[in-house]
């Protein structure tokens, strides 16, 4: 039976991953073009003030929604007008709900009771967290298709192709991790990288497949749908599936960008390095591999947990920005080559040569 505990338990950790991941997928919305700005020379956004004060730019994210907000709605001449305003919706849904099974820090005991910090312990976790990820391209997919306009429409066609292109590597690449942990849970595969490798160095995930990880990293940059991978967008060729979408609709495309992009982070966190784990911390504090001990105090360590995963997660995202201004877009026809005939390929050696390991070696 749920109780009422448990309940504002789940609250408590919605609440807290809605406003972490939207606080940060704002500021991503400055930090991008802070950082282009920096990589080419230029000062970037600074302009916005409020009492005299800019703070380097950053109440441009408060601009940027009152222009958002206050900006013409603009629907085109379509039969599919309910559509045109339920794809964006869509999109932007799916994506937040796709941090429910998202642990950012570890079970802690209140009141007698044991509260995980997700919003839903899963044991389907992992398939829950792709079935969510899949389901959201028909966000796009309807933007395309319902703004009567063939540019649009062949930027949700491509959206699909791609998704079905390197979703399936995204997947494999997780196999590796499902056999050396053994769970689809993503709570319990955190915990399992808790432990120690040959007695110091931490068990995290990037350790046991380092190949796997950097084969979804760049699918899920794919999934992203953002540099080098933007060809449904494409602006400089078709504007993409968005091209009919002005004002809050728009900007609700934009912040799925953004929001993609954090999860993305925080699934990189979670699978290969270690989720909240902080190395060598344990419940009673910091036990050292050549012997030493620092005892602390169980909310002092459960602090440092939650901040190990915000910190590792804002450290991917910069990284993610970095592709995004470093590499140039891909041909479409690259696009497909590299998903199919060179990711698809490594990530079913790395599958089958993590399978073949776990049996010689057991696990």
């Known amino acids: 039976m749920i109780t009422s505990f ?52 950053l109440f441009h994210i408060i601009a940027d929604a009152v222009k958002m907000f206050t900006k013409e709605d603009f629907v085109p001449d379509t039969p599919h007008r309910f559509l045109h305003t339920l794809a964006p919706i869509l999109a932007i849904f799916f994506a937040l709900v796709s941090f429910a099974v998202i642990p950012f820090g570890n079970a802690i005991r209140i009141a007698g009771h044991t509260v995980g910090l997700q919003v839903v312990d899963l044991n389907v976790g992992l398939l829950y967290v792709f079935a969510m990820m899949s389901v959201g391209v028909y966000g796009v997919v309807l933007a395309g298709w319902s703004s009567n306009n063939n540019y649009s429409l062949l ?83 078709i504007i993409g599936f968005f091209v009919e979408y002005s004002s809050m609709k728009f900007g609700m495309f934009m912040f799925t960008d953004f929001i993609e992009t954090v999860l993305i982070a925080s699934l990189v966190t979670t699978f290969f390095f270690g989720g909240w784990q902080v190395p060598w911390l344990a419940d ?34 910069w990284f993610l920005l970095l592709v995004r201004w470093t590499l140039p877009r891909f041909r479409f026809d690259q696009l497909m080559q590299l998903g199919w005939k060179v990711l698809l390929p490594l990530s079913l050696l790395n599958t089958m040569v993590t399978a073949a390991l776990v049996l010689w070696l057991g696990r």
Not at 23 to 50: C, F, H, P, Y
Not at 284 to 290: D, K, L, R, T
């Open 155 to 237: 930027g949700g066609i491509r959206a699909s192709a791609q998704m079905i292109s390197y979703e399936i590597t995204f997947g494999l690449t997780l196999v590796g991790i499902i056999m050396i942990f053994q769970t689809l849970s993503l709570a319990e595969i955190v915990r399992a990288q808790g432990q120690l490798l040959f007695g110091f160095l931490p068990a995290w995930g990037v350790f046991y497949q380092p190949l796997g990880c950097l084969l979804f990293l760049v699918a899920g940059i794919a999934e992203t749908k953002r540099i080098p991978f933007d060809l449904p967008e494409g602006e400089s060729e």
């Open 284 to 317: 009673s504090g910091f036990v050292f591999p050549w012997g030493s001990a620092w005892d602390m105090n169980i909310w002092v360590v459960e602090i440092l947990r939650v901040l190990s995963f915000m910190v590792k997660v804002s450290c991917f995202c």
């Open 6 to 57: 448990a309940i504002a338990a789940a609250i408590g950790a919605t609440v807290f991953i809605v406003m972490f991941v939207l606080s940060l997928a704002g500021i991503l919305t400055w930090a991008e073009r802070k950082e282009s700005a920096v990589m080419q020379d230029r000062i970037g956004a600074n302009r916005a003030k409020i009492l005299g004060l800019r703070l380097w730019g």
